[in-house]
């Protein structure tokens, strides 16, 4: 456990040092305050997009323009950058030693290569799980400190759906909860293709070609892509969305999130394996 | 027998002549909701709107004559264009606005209506047609069916029990017709869901706001303030 401990701390602190780890925080950052600002600018202009359908026939009464709508957008926006943003840093941390060859220092200290594998990921999710912190509080607390707090229109594919003030607090808890496991999907699969190439660039693209492909599949109505569509990661990736519906779809979020833990068991069981087996050749 | 055969005569032609003049219709019915300057009261929403996915919820109603009415409650909610609430005692109260006539007697929830077509005279009126289901025992407006310019049609059902002395209603029932509410898959980001079926969301579909009232506080003299201070 010791070892574990101090391998931990070590990849901690080698994901700190790399300035590429800060571009995540400042793209998030950037984007939440560029499209808060815009909303503060145009926000009625743009929303009249939605509610002009039926402008002719009802008067939509209540603050629509709040923070919670706000951080509805930004999320519906980032959840699909953000993972490439994890790939950055996650593709690399052991393609990226192995191909300076600081691989071998690393293999010589006490800890086993899976417990190494297990450190590196560990390190992953928590700069995973910090850029979800920084994205709650500039998408959520900061939004609604700019904008209020007031029931949400949720905007879907079937129409809108109103979640009230004081019901919305707990389903935002699980949204982000349910992202961290979607972008923790992402942060294993780059811990899988660090595992498995030599140079820290191909398994960056590599992950951002699987995410673009997917997203392109999951937008198209295809009667073969529909086939395919449920053994997607990416599909279950935006199942966060499903927490503002109603009535809630439990077992379709709850069985989205299982399949996106077994994506991660999967992937990290995989990188041990592997990496256990792994001809240090570099 | 010939004077049983006057008396049916005249009870016949007196109670035709009762029921078959809507001015004396709306004149009773005016002559009730002028006894009400103001009125609070407490409403329960429920929504049934094509497209629109919401919870039922409550607030405080405020209304003074003629015209001005205002439901105050902390969230959203959806009302419709041409607000009967509003519109309905206005169109009743100037008389001089429209000529009446009565199409016909028809039951509505165990009540025989006469139903007051109302033309507005001069042509800037929004209102087309305005249909009216009134009660011939008891003046009250069981029913509308008001048809504007550009906001089609809208019906409505009242129902009434403690308050039909004012004629205020305890339930109203508001039936618009609206296309269902679409939204693009790229403009929701909904990539697991199907896109809708054009022809589905192009039908018109009737839409439901149901307003449930009670508490009614009567001629209170609220401040004007009401209609314009910002919710909580």
């Known amino acids: 456990m010791k070892e574990f401990t101090a391998v931990l701390r070590n990849e901690m602190l080698k994901t700190i040092r790399r300035p590429r780890t800060f571009i995540g925080f400042g793209v998030i950052t950037f984007i939440c305050l560029m499209l808060q600002g815009a909303f503060y600018q145009d926000g009625k202009e743009i929303l009249s997009t939605v509610t002009g359908q039926f402008e002719n026939v009802f008067t939509i009464q209540g603050h629509i323009l709040n923070g919670n709508l706000i951080c509805y957008i930004l999320l519906q926006t980032l959840i699909v950058q953000m993972p490439l943003l ?9 393609s990226g030693e192995t191909a300076s060859g600081t691989i071998r220092f690393l293999l010589t200290t006490p800890a086993s290569r899976g417990k190494i594998v297990v450190a590196k990921w560990l390190s992953g999710l928590i700069y995973t799980f910090l850029l979800l912190v920084v994205l709650g509080i500039f998408a959520l607390i900061i939004s609604r400190a700019i904008f209020g707090v007031g029931d949400l229109m949720a905007m879907n594919s079937e129409g809108l759906t109103i979640i009230r003030a004081d019901d919305i607090n707990w389903r935002w808890g699980c949204a982000f909860l349910i992202a961290f496991l979607s972008l923790g999907v992402v942060a294993s699969l780059g811990t899988m293709l660090s595992c498995m190439m030599d140079n820290s660039i191909t398994p960056i693209v590599t992950i951002m070609a699987v995410i673009i492909i997917f997203t392109i599949i999951g937008l198209f109505d295809m009667p073969t892509f529909e086939m395919i569509k449920p053994f997607l990661f990416t599909t279950h990736m935006i199942s966060w969305r499903s927490l503002f519906e109603e009535p809630l779809p439990a077992k379709t979020i709850l069985s989205s999130c299982v399949i996106l833990f077994f994506h991660i068991v999967a992937f990290l069981s995989i990188s041990i394996y592997y990496f256990k087996r792994k001809d240090i050749t570099t | 027998m010939k004077n049983i055969f006057l008396i ?9 002549c009762a029921i078959d003049d809507p ?7 005016n002559k009730k909701f002028n006894m009400v300057s103001d009125y609070t009261a407490h409403v329960d929403m429920k929504f049934d709107i094509p497209g629109v996915k919401m919870n039922r919820m409550s607030g405080k109603v405020f209304f003074k004559q003629p015209d001005r009415f205002r439901i105050r409650t902390k969230g959203i909610f959806f009302l ?71 906001n089609g049609t809208i019906e409505t059902e009242n129902i009434f029990t403690s308050t039909s002395h004012y004629t205020l209603p305890d339930e109203i029932v508001i039936k618009i017709e609206t296309k269902k509410i679409k939204m693009s898959k790229l403009m929701s980001a909904d ?5 809708q079926d054009k022809s589905k969301t192009d039908a018109l579909e009737t839409g439901t706001i149901r307003l449930i009232f009670s508490n009614y506080k009567i001629n209170t003299k609220f401040s004007d303030n009401e209609f314009t201070a910002a919710d909580n």
């Not at chain 2, 049916?8 to 035709?16: N, Q, R, V």
Request: charged residues 15%.
């Open chain 2, 23 to 29: 001015k004396t219709l709306i004149r009773e019915l």
């Open chain 1, 86 to 94: 994890v790939a950055f840093v996650t593709g690399d941390l052991i």
């Open chain 2, 80 to 150: 419709p264009k041409q607000n009967p609430m509003q519109n309905m005692s206005a169109m009743l109260l100037d008389t001089n606005s429209y000529t009446s006539i009565i199409s016909g007697y028809e039951t509505v929830g165990g009540h025989n209506c006469a139903i007051v077509n109302i033309i507005p005279l001069k042509n800037i009126s929004e209102l087309i047609l305005g249909k009216f289901w009134i009660d011939v025992k008891n003046p009250l407006v069981m029913k509308t069916q008001i048809t504007t310019k550009n």
């Open chain 2, 8 to 16: 049916l005569l005249s009870f016949i032609s007196f109670h035709a």
């Open chain 2, 191 to 195: 990539l697991n869901k199907k896109a």
